[in-house]
């Protein structure tokens, strides 16, 4: 933290003969961000360390600092004024310098943003009224009340109030679904013009080359002209233009004409800059002023969809809160840019600014990286009142008006809108981009909120563009991967669909200084994110990232005679896949057991031929080497960007024989109790009271392995498809989330071994019941091959045959499979097939955030390895389309999302898919119903344990 500095940055180059520059000059009196706050007096009203003068960091939110108290915003929803809400204040000391270059002209005061109230004493004087609103730019002109050179200090107060006077303000800004902080928490600065000055500029630069500019001027200035010059990203000049200013006239419109320009896209982000020169009549230079712009048109076709630059687009976007965990929303230019390539690291174009305007520098990254911006006025279910309102829209749409990355305005969130303020951007914005109301119906948009899978597609079947500004709602380990390859699906192939928006990006959990640093969510209110607060990558991460990756590869599998052709679907909306490439390698994996990882067979690197935006095509790559288990494909972006890794095993391909050491042929005896094999040091217990494995002795050691394999098989308790339960059941909302495990009353008819060859065959039988056989055959080297057969009948969620081991004795898991990620049967997209391993981990969800998480269900699985205290269960699996599961995923402490029944270690053909906050499992598409089941079903693994 700096202890007192000051900063004098000048915009823009340029000095006029006399020295003085003519242009916009800028000095700190803060620090510009979470990285290098400044010093300031301070002293808190209430909550922690209060009633003392003391230091704080500016800007800051003085809770992250130790100051005041915590408060998340639904804890007193709806009520404007309510008993009990922190309503501290913060009062603010801190003196500087200005420089005498500076005496005569114009100098303005300005707050980034400053929650909540806040009223400002310049060396003693109003700097002007009280501001109401916690997250807007705020500017005092304060020419006459400031001093100039050196030794002349001037001193601001400033006293920041975290409840408003206005009711509107706390119900549209601090009574919503997320945290409430106090504090200066953007930089503030000092502003330095000259008297005569372009006060404000708006440009509209459209994708056909004509821009236009309204210049307003501080005052007029008669006979003087404003002299307008266009340059590319390399320094060229592309067009000019000279315009004479009206007498008496205090603005004016700047035309200038840009042959072909490049146009800006998310996918195209070009950029311009027009310098501004204020001259008189004499022509003497006044002021100069410069803005980046992009040249591009947008278009709401109505009952059609979005177009930029004349091309239809479909957004894929996602909500942002300005966050993290240290120090709240107080962010730098470091963390916005690590927003934005988060953001576009999982292949999206698009974000939601929910629920207020970002810092500028998140504008700028995105207008130079390439996002469509959606800029929100705050409101969350409450509104502004009109007066303050229309003050607030001002300020937002003139800081912010000049970004080609802001596609929309938005006029508050889920009823937070009011209608009196829809004119009002338009007012301040020349591009006159379209206005929203998100979850509701306006502006040729319906974007409602969180439909389920059919709601979705009536939703579509409507006039209106359908573009929900918040779908899949990402709690826990639910949510945004979760359906999302079913919803993108059908949204993509929706004439009037435009994409949508994902909540949310991040896990909104705050360090409590108060609580020695522990990660508060306020229990599942801020846990929704796709990556954790510090930007930790769940498995929905992965899933996003493949789904919406805009360069598909469409085969879905590859055998031994694949003759290299890929398929390719093209889905960006301007891209060109002639300037893209993809990568191939050809692996061998290692066999079970093995440390060593996959052996590349072949590489290479193939660039893709003319694929057109929105079209298909092929490339080629060469065929398959007689060793090769999986292929690798990484497809790259025109820049350079990996956008995603597929790895596919090779299907059909004739297994190598498993290798069984020599050793002496097992033998088996048997106790009242126990029916008893041994082989090569290896001691197998059956029960002769249920035929199941009991445990497995490696040389004197027990591995715990016991009560197996015993079939299981579970529903979501208040499913009413099997007639068990029905929606009039008065308990029926408590059991959404709960799972009701079949009992399994079958007879258990008898053991017996065998010797057949060098093997000992141990098999047990049942009837009447959902479990047939296991069949055991234990070679001579101690491994084991099991072949099991069960049926069942019935609609399912949950389905296999599993052993009980005790999980406070795993250690690690290694395995060949898709991974690392685990999945659920509506999230199977993301984890590839490889080589992973990882250590034995049980995270909390919103409490701790360690991924990937080490229990769950694994596809793919052609052997795990589970390593414990008592040594290593080795499974190779050869039961087709299953899964592995290892124990069953854990929910939140609160359980919103399920409750699963223990499933131990278990081989799966059915698995569970999850539902999302809002909507339970059979709301959120095809891939997420329960099955339909009849019949018998057979399984094989083979054990090995070390």
């Not at 009062?91 to 909540?116: C, D, N």
């Not at 309102?389 to 009823?415: A, T």
């Not at 290694?814 to 097939?833: A, E, K």
Request: charged fraction near 25%; aromatic fraction near 12%; proline fraction near 5%.
């Amino acid at each position: 933290m700096k202890k007192s500095v000051v900063t004098i940055c000048s915009l823009f180059a340029g000095m006029t003969l006399m020295g003085q520059s003519v242009n916009t000059e800028r000095q700190y009196l803060s620090g510009t961000g979470a990285d290098d706050m400044v010093e300031w007096d301070f002293m808190c009203t209430d909550g922690n360390n209060s009633g003392k003068w003391s230091k704080i960091g500016v800007p800051s939110c003085w809770e992250l600092q130790g100051f005041g108290t915590y408060q998340y915003g639904m804890k007193f929803y709806g009520k404007a004024f309510p008993e009990g809400v922190a309503d501290e204040k913060g009062i603010y000391k801190y003196e500087f310098e200005l420089p005498e270059s500076w005496r005569g002209k114009q100098i303005e005061l300005v707050f980034e943003a400053a929650m909540t109230d806040t009223y400002v004493l310049i060396n003693g004087r109003k700097a002007g009224s009280k501001h109401q609103g916690g997250f807007y730019r705020f500017i005092y002109d304060v020419s006459d009340r400031v001093f100039f050179g050196p030794k002349k200090k001037n001193r601001i107060e400033v006293t920041v109030e975290k409840e408003s006077e206005n009711a509107g303000v706390n119900l549209a800004e601090r009574r919503a679904d997320y945290w409430n902080f106090g504090g200066i928490w953007r930089p503030v600065f000092m502003q330095a013009r000259p008297a005569l000055n372009l006060k404000h500029i708006a440009i509209d630069a459209k994708a056909d080359g004509k821009f236009t500019a309204d210049c307003t001027l501080s005052m007029p200035v008669e006979g003087g002209k404003i002299t307008t010059v266009i340059t590319d990203r390399n320094g060229k000049k592309v067009g000019e233009s000279v315009t004479a200013l009206r007498p008496g006239a205090g603005d004016t419109q700047v035309e200038v004409k840009v042959d072909t320009p490049k146009t800006w896209s998310a996918e195209t982000p070009e950029l311009y800059k027009a310098e501004f020169t204020l001259a008189d009549a004499s022509g003497k230079v006044l002021h100069k002023e410069n803005k980046k712009f992009g040249f591009r048109t947008i278009e709401v076709r109505e009952s059609d969809g979005l177009y930029i630059n004349g091309k239809k687009i479909n957004i894929r976007g996602v909500n942002r809160h300005s966050f993290r965990p240290e120090s709240g929303r107080t962010l730098s230019r470091q963390m916005n840019l690590e927003d934005v390539k988060l953001i576009k690291s999982m292949n999206m174009n698009a974000v939601r600014l929910s629920h207020y305007p970002a810092d500028p520098e998140f504008y700028e990254i995105c207008d130079s990286l390439g996002l469509y911006v959606m800029d929100e006025l705050t409101g969350w279910h409450g509104k502004h009142e009109t007066i303050n309102g229309q003050k607030l829209v001002k300020e937002m749409v003139e800081r912010d008006v000049n970004h080609p990355s802001i596609i929309w305005w938005s006029n508050g969130n889920e009823k937070g809108w009011n209608d009196e303020l829809n004119g009002e951007f338009h007012k301040y914005d020349p591009q006159k981009r379209p206005v929203l109301h998100p979850q509701g119906n306006f502006g040729g948009f319906e974007t409602m909120h969180y439909r389920s899978y059919g709601e979705s597609q009536n939703y579509m079947r409507l006039p209106e563009i359908f573009m929900p500004t918040e779908f899949l709602h990402g709690l826990y380990d639910g949510g945004h991967g979760a359906g999302l390859y079913d919803y993108w699906e059908m949204m993509r192939n929706y004439p009037r669909c435009a994409g949508g928006f994902l909540w949310v990006l991040a896990d909104e959990g705050v360090k409590r200084v108060d609580m020695d640093g522990f990660i508060d969510n306020c229990g599942n209110y801020g846990a929704d994110g796709i990556v954790g607060p510090h930007h930790e990558k769940e498995g929905s991460y992965w899933t996003v990232k493949e789904v919406w990756n805009p360069i598909q590869i469409m085969n879905d599998t590859f055998t031994p005679d694949f003759d290299g052709v890929l398929n390719v679907e093209n889905r960006y909306d301007f891209t060109n896949l002639r300037d893209c490439s993809l990568t191939w390698r050809q692996l061998a994996m290692p066999a079970a057991g093995t440390k060593g990882d996959a052996r590349v067979v072949a590489e290479g690197k193939v660039a893709f031929p003319d694929i057109p935006a929105r079209s298909n095509g092929s490339v080629k790559i060469p065929a398959l080497k007689p060793e090769t288990d999986a292929l690798e494909l990484t497809v790259t972006d025109n820049n350079g960007e990996d956008l995603f890794t597929w790895s596919h095993p090779v299907e059909g391909k004739a297994k190598a024989a498993q290798t069984v050491k020599s050793g002496v042929a097992p033998s088996w005896n048997e106790t009242a109790d126990e029916l008893i094999v041994s082989a090569n040091g290896r001691t197998y217990h059956f029960s002769k009271k249920n035929g199941r494995l009991m445990g497995v002795d490696v040389n004197g050691r027990r591995i715990e392995l016991t009560d197996g394999p015993r079939v299981i098989v579970a529903k979501r308790s208040d499913r009413s498809m099997d007639g068990f339960y029905n929606h009039d059941d008065k308990e029926a909302e408590k059991k959404k989330t709960q799972y009701t495990e079949f009992d399994d009353a079958g007879q258990f008819t008898g053991i017996k071994a065998e010797k057949i060859g060098n093997d000992v065959v141990v098999t047990a039988d049942y009837k009447l019941g959902n479990f047939d056989n296991a069949k055991w055959t234990i070679a001579p080297d101690g491994s084991a091959a099991l072949d099991f057969a069960y049926n069942f009948n019935g609609v399912i969620d949950l389905m296999g045959v599993k052993f009980d081991f005790p999980e406070n004795k795993v250690i690690s898991k290694r395995w060949v499979g898709d991974g690392p990620y685990r999945v659920w049967q509506n999230r199977l997209h993301g984890p590839q097939y490889g080589v992973w391993e990882n250590d034995y981990n049980d995270p909390i969800p919103a409490e701790s955030f360690t991924y990937p998480e080490f229990k769950g269900y694994f596809a793919n699985v052609d052997w795990m390895d589970i390593k414990t205290q008592d040594g290593t269960i080795s499974i190779v699996n050869e039961t087709p389309e299953s899964y592995v599961g290892v124990y069953e995923p854990r929910d939140g402490r609160d359980h919103i999302l399920y409750e699963l029944p223990k499933t131990g270690i278990a081989i799966m053909e059915v698995i569970p898919p999850v539902r999302n906050k809002v909507n339970t499992t059979d709301l959120i598409g095809p891939s997420s119903q329960p099955k339909w089941v009849a019949g018998q079903r057979t399984g094989r693994i083979l054990l090995n344990f070390e």
